[in-house]
Every structure is written in structure tokens, then in C-alpha cells.
């Protein structure tokens, strides 16, 4: 039996100690990583707790994240609860992988902290990584701080457990922003959070040898189209579990987590959408901004896929302007968020004028200051009627201005 | 917002020493962000590590800030322009050298005219832990200066968070502090 | 198309992450739908192999070897009183006739033949070669 951790009512934690903490208090049997930055301290710590007593479980030391994530479905399919961690180009060598694990069903989490894709080489966050696994299957659920890394975690085990969704989930945060940053931590004690997450329930385990079945058995044009199309449905139809979960963990943390965050939208005239710690950096920009009189809110899709696309489309129907930030390159067209909102929007008749701004790439700095100008800008639109600035511009990119049109 | 930047070189223990302050603080009920900017580069190369303590929870996750205190813990790194960047008037420097200030501020002009304190956190490391790692006794200084909490009950504090340390090494470290703390002029 | 189609079932009724269990009733061994024991091939033969039980040393290469399971295994004890497969025969509705087995089998004169799809199993056993006349 594990040892209970003696644990602070406020503890001071980066977000990868965060996301550590909630893998040992979900007792995970199987955790099979290949390190890499900014991720590295999340599968350090938790050897470390296994090290000293702290899990029952396994550790597997791989020979790269391939093999990580091929030994996360082989421990999944065999029964057992299973978690990840990695970033960046470990989460690209992965890719195949995911979507085998997604494909068989396979509840595994992965806490991924989020980093841009080289080349050229880069340590530090954006969104590179997240947008790659868009369509992997898989359930990707955005964490903006240290306690949100941490929540979420333990809020992915249920939700991807659960048998009415039965798919992996990643948790995400930003490289060094979040997962670097130690911030004030107040987590669930180990009885709790164990209960919250509750026991693994295992699905046609492997290791039954009595009732032997096939993982990942070939389908071709008859039987391939169904399959996904019956995994596409358990995604979509995942969006009551995820509130129906969040809503638990409220009872027992008092922290609120919802499928479509907002920030002072219920009067805006305008919006910003954007995902990740510059959501929360955009609040201070929004406070601002309304002190010069500018009626601005924001809006997070917490979970990004599945994409929330009718409530999106439902909380911004009062505005008149919408940026969305994306922290990603977008190579060769808009961003995906911008993709996203406007597709919602379309889907519903909505006409707000949509601009996009990309930011943050390799970890380049986003302040307050920064959003305060896309916020300005945001709002010449909503006094125009039409849109008067760029399709899509660059945020605190060094050079001539670079926009798009 | 109370806002704190370490210049340091990587490998002395400044994210340690950010992180710390931060944890010393929360335990008084403030909230804090402890962060640091580097690459992927070797020890030795000049980095920053950041604070911040407010009274509500921080939301503001960009990395630049002007900060109300400057802390450099590497000799050399005082000699450098760039720990004045994006500081104030009001900005208080507390800075490791064994020059008195007199003689520091006529090198390091660009600290002229600002509010400068010096504490020899090097040789005090040296002498009290054994290794030059200057980042405890910077604590025992930042003490000092800011008065923010009471010396008794920073001690207390980083007693605990440095108690997953061998006997030898809290020991050295918290004499290391409190001569910082006498030291600091 | 190669599925039968009353097997082609709906999006909705597909089986859960394309995991196929190998038994419909694992306590009596009942084989599920999605064995591929139930996909017979074997029209397509022209000469089937014959047993010949008394040659037989249960090494079981044949049945190892078989890539349709088509011969029929009994639990036996033996001298030492332990537990051992025994051979009995070969299930023609599922063999091809790929001679796979005749090839592996090591017996001196070998306990697997082929002969042509229409020769009586007893008769071909009479023609079976012997020590003088392999």
C-alpha cells in the first residue's frame, strides 16, 4: 500500500509539480515516459514518489516517446490505469501512437505541457504541440495555472474513465509560463482526491486470459467509416460527462471549471477568445481596458476538443467583434481557433467581424500591454461595423508590421 | 504587487531562491508567482529569476515586469547595464560584492544614483556553507532591506523548507542568512 | 466482398474500440463471430492431407503449424499420468489444403499425406507407404 503524502492546505508548486501530485494521488499502475523539457520534472517527480513509497506502481523507462506511448496502450488494453507526460517533439513522435490509443478506446492520460515544434530548435511554450493532436481523438482539456494543472489532471482520469466516453485525455499547460512557475497550490489530500477519481474500472482487459481479445484488429472500407464514426460520436457526446465531472469536483474543492470559460462577456461589445495562460494575463488587459470605457470580455474554450462549437457560438452572440489569439504558427492560413469560432459562428447565422492575432510563439512575451492594443483595435472594428484592421496580425513580433488580409 | 527580479548564472541557485521567497511568503497568506527565464544553455550563463507577492490571486503570466526590488547574487553580473533594465527610481538593489559601495558605485556607474545595497553573499556562502551559493544569505539581506515579515518567523520558514536538507546543510544555511542579515549595508 | 453481410452491422452497434473477444461463451469455448475459425476457405481445395493416427508421435508441429486450426486436439494423460494433446484427425471444413503440415510433419515415414480431394480417406490409407517402399 502506498504511503499517504503530507500535504499543505496551500502548497507552493510549479505546474509540472502540480501535474506529479495529482498522477500519485490517482495511483496510476502504469507509467511509461521518456522525458522531455519542459515536461521532464513531471516524470521526475513522480519517480521520485514511487521511489520513496509514495505509488503502487510501475515506472517503464522507454527509448523514446514512441515507445511511451506504445507502452501506455499495451498497459491500457492489459487493464490498468495508465498515464503519460511529454511536450513538443516528443508529443509529434507520439502522434502515431495516439491515435491508436484513441481508436482502441484506451482511457489514458497525459499531462502534456505544452512547447513549440522545432525547427528551429525552441524549449519554451506555445501551442505547436496541442494543435498537432487536434484531430488524434483524443479529449484536450487546457489548464491556465499551477492549481489548474493540478485540478484538471484529476478531472481527466474521471472523464476519460467514464464509461458513457471511454477516451484518452490530455491536460495542458504552458511550457515555463505555467509549468515552470511556482504559484500557490491548494490541493485535494490524497484520501479525497482518490475518492473523487474513484477505482479503475477495466474494459476488456488483455490480461483476462479466460476471455482473449483483439486490440487494434484491421477493419478496411467495411468496417473503418463505422468505427470512427461511432469514436467521433463518443467525443461529441462526451460534453455532459466533462460538466457533469466538473460539477463534482466543485463539491469537493469549491473551484469552478466549466466546457466554455468567460471573462465580463454578458455586456461586452466586443470579444478576445484565446486558450492557455494568457487568458488569465488578457483579465488584467480587460479590467483595463474597460477603464478606458471599452465594453470587452473574453472567452476560453476549456476544452478544445471536443470544440464546444454551439456554446461558443451561443455566449458570443451579443458581440460585435471577436479577436482570436492563437499561440501557434498557423502555416499557410488562420489560426485553428480562429478557424473554430468562425465556423461556429457560421453554423448559427452570427456575423461579428473576426480578426486574428498570433502571439507567444517559442514563449516570445505577451503582457498586458500587449492585449490592451489587440483590445484597442478590436474595438475600431465594433465602432466601424466592418472590419478596418488586419485579418490576421502579429503580436510583438520584432521587424516591419506584418499582417495578413 | 510586490515584484522581484534575481540576476544570476545559472547553477546558483536563483530559481531555488525565488522559489523559496515565494514559499516563505505564501505560508503568511499572500498569494505568489515564482519564475525564471532561460534557455537551454550551461551553467555558468547569466539568467533572471522572478517574484511576485500580492494580496489576490496573480494572473498576469508575461514574463516582463518592473520590479521594486533587484536582487544580483553573482559578483560579476553587477557589472552588468542590464540589471537596470525596466527599474524605477524607487527600485532598491541588493547586490553581491565584496567592494563597500562607495568603491562599487564608482565601476558600476550605471547603479548610480539608484538605491544600493551591498552584502559580500559570495564569501559569506563560502564561509558558513562550505559552497559559493550565494541565494540564502541573499534572503537573509532581502530581509533585511524590505523588512516584509518578521526575521523570527522567516526563520522559522525556511527552516521547514529547507528541512528535506542534511543537518549540516540547514545549519550552515541559516547562519549563512543571518549574517547577511547583520552584514547587509 | 469478402464479409458476409449479415455480419455488416451499423455505426452504432459496432463493437466497442474495434476490440474483438475470441469467444462469444468463453466457459464452453464457444468462438465469437469475428474468429476467423468461422471463415471457411475450404472449397478452394484440390488435395486434402490424410492423418494416419498409427504413424503419429503428438509432436504436434502439424497443429502449430496449421494456418486455419484445423486439427482436432484431445486432452489425454499419459504414462506419467500428466496431461498431453493427443491428435485425432483433421477438420475438413476448414482446411485449404496448403500441404503446410505435411511439410513439417518429422516422422521416418510421414503420419500426413496429400492425395487428390476425391480418394477416399480409408483407401488412401491403404496406398501409405511403408519402411521398404518410401
Known amino acids: ?405 | 504587487m510586490l515584484q522581484i527580479r534575481w540576476h544570476s548564472r545559472a547553477g546558483q541557485g536563483a530559481v531555488t531562491g525565488a522559489k523559496a521567497l515565494a514559499d516563505v511568503m505564501a505560508r503568511t497568506g499572500k498569494y505568489v508567482q515564482a519564475y525564471s527565464v532561460y534557455g537551454a544553455e550551461k551553467r555558468g550563463a547569466p539568467m533572471t529569476a522572478y517574484d511576485k507577492i500580492d494580496d489576490k490571486p496573480i494572473l498576469d503570466h508575461s514574463k516582463w515586469m518592473t520590479p521594486d526590488y533587484v536582487l544580483v547574487i553573482d559578483p560579476s553580473l553587477v557589472f552588468q547595464e542590464e540589471i537596470v533594465d525596466n527599474t524605477t527610481d524607487d527600485t532598491i538593489f541588493i547586490v553581491t560584492s565584496h567592494m563597500d559601495k562607495e568603491d562599487l558605485l564608482s565601476v558600476a556607474k550605471h547603479l548610480q544614483g539608484k538605491k544600493v545595497y551591498v552584502v559580500d553573499a559570495i564569501k559569506i556562502s563560502q564561509e558558513e556553507i562550505g559552497r559559493a551559493i550565494p541565494n540564502t544569505p541573499m534572503l537573509g539581506a532581502f530581509m533585511k532591506v524590505s523588512g516584509i515579515i518578521p526575521f523570527e518567523d522567516f526563520l522559522v520558514s525556511i527552516e521547514d523548507i529547507l528541512s528535506k536538507f542534511p543537518k549540516k546543510i540547514i545549519e550552515g544555511n541559516l547562519r549563512a542568512i543571518k549574517r547577511a542579515y547583520e552584514e547587509v549595508k | 466482398m469478402a464479409t458476409p453481410k449479415e455480419m455488416l452491422t451499423t455505426w452504432d452497434k459496432v463493437q466497442f474500440g474495434a476490440v474483438l473477444p475470441a469467444f462469444e461463451d468463453p466457459e464452453h469455448k464457444k468462438r465469437s463471430k469475428f474468429h476467423s475459425y468461422n471463415y471457411s476457405v475450404a472449397d478452394w481445395r484440390v488435395e486434402k492431407p490424410v492423418f494416419n493416427r498409427e504413424l503419429c508421435i503428438d509432436c504436434d508441429f502439424c497443429w502449430v503449424s496449421c494456418p486455419d486450426s484445423c486439427f482436432i486436439v484431445e486432452e489425454v494423460v499419459n504414462k506419467r499420468g500428466k496431461k498431453q494433446a493427443k491428435i485425432v484427425g483433421i477438420n475438413y471444413n476448414l482446411c485449404k489444403g496448403c500441404a503446410v503440415c505435411v511439410e513439417v510433419c518429422p516422422t521416418p515415414i510421414k503420419s500426413l499425406l496429400m492425395f487428390p480431394e476425391y480418394v477416399d480417406n480409408d483407401e488412401a490409407l491403404k496406398q501409405w507407404p511403408t519402411k521398404d517402399n518410401k
Open chain 1, 1 to 405: 500500500m502506498a504511503e499517504r503524502y503530507e500535504l499543505k492546505q496551500k502548497e507552493v508548486w510549479d505546474g509540472n509539480m502540480a501535474a506529479a501530485h495529482a498522477l500519485r494521488q490517482a495511483q496510476v499502475d502504469v507509467v511509461a515516459a521518456y522525458p522531455i523539457t519542459p515536461s521532464t520534472p513531471i516524470v521526475q517527480n513522480y519517480a521520485q514518489f514511487l521511489a520513496d513509497g509514495y505509488v503502487d506502481g510501475e515506472f517503464i523507462m522507454v527509448e523514446s516517446e514512441h515507445s511511451a506511448m506504445s507502452a501506455c496502450v499495451g498497459a491500457a488494453a492489459a487493464g490498468g490505469r495508465v498515464a503519460t507526460a511529454t511536450s513538443s517533439q516528443g508529443y509529434a513522435l507520439m502522434v502515431e501512437v495516439l491515435y491508436q490509443a484513441s481508436g482502441m478506446r484506451l482511457p489514458i492520460v497525459m499531462t502534456v505541457v505544452n512547447r513549440a515544434l522545432a525547427s528551429p530548435l525552441n524549449i519554451h511554450g506555445d501551442h505547436s504541440d496541442l494543435y498537432l493532436g487536434r484531430d488524434a481523438g483524443w479529449i484536450h482539456i487546457i489548464a491556465n495555472n499551477p492549481q489548474e494543472a493540478y485540478d484538471l489532471t484529476l478531472c481527466a482520469f474521471r472523464i476519460g474513465e467514464d464509461e458513457r466516453v471511454r477516451l484518452p485525455v490530455t491536460t495542458n499547460q504552458d511550457g515555463f509560463l505555467v509549468s515552470h512557475t511556482a504559484q500557490v497550490v491548494e490541493p485535494l489530500q490524497d484520501e479525497e482526491a482518490y475518492k473523487f477519481i474513484g477505482e479503475y474500472k477495466a474494459l476488456n482487459p488483455m490480461l483476462d486470459t479466460k476471455n482473449p481479445v483483439t486490440y487494434g484488429a484491421q477493419t478496411e472500407e467495411e468496417w473503418h467509416f463505422e468505427h470512427k464514426a461511432n469514436q467521433h460520436k463518443a467525443l461529441m457526446e462526451s460534453f455532459p460527462v466533462i460538466e457533469e465531472v466538473f460539477n463534482e469536483f466543485e463539491k469537493v474543492s469549491g473551484r469552478k471549471y466549466n466546457v466554455v470559460e468567460t471573462y465580463k462577456l454578458d455586456d461586452a461589445d466586443i470579444a478576445l477568445v484565446l486558450m492557455g495562460s494568457a487568458y488569465e494575463t488578457a483579465m488584467l488587459a480587460v479590467d483595463k481596458a474597460r477603464e478606458e470605457g471599452i465594453k470587452v470580455g473574453l472567452l476560453m474554450p476549456r476544452v478544445f476538443r471536443p470544440f464546444p462549437y454551439n456554446e461558443v457560438a451561443e455566449k458570443l452572440k451579443n458581440v460585435k467583434a471577436i479577436a482570436a489569439l492563437d499561440r501557434s504558427a498557423p502555416m499557410g492560413t488562420t489560426g485553428a481557433l480562429y478557424n473554430e469560432v468562425a465556423g461556429a459562428l457560421a453554423a448559427k447565422g452570427q456575423s461579428a467581424i473576426m480578426t486574428n492575432y498570433i502571439y507567444g510563439l517559442g514563449g516570445r512575451d505577451t503582457t498586458v500591454e500587449h492585449i490592451l492594443e489587440v483590445i484597442r483595435e478590436t474595438e475600431k472594428n465594433a465602432k466601424a461595423g466592418k472590419r478596418v484592421t488586419d485579418l490576421q496580425g502579429f503580436i510583438n513580433l520584432r521587424g516591419p508590421k506584418l499582417s495578413f488580409n
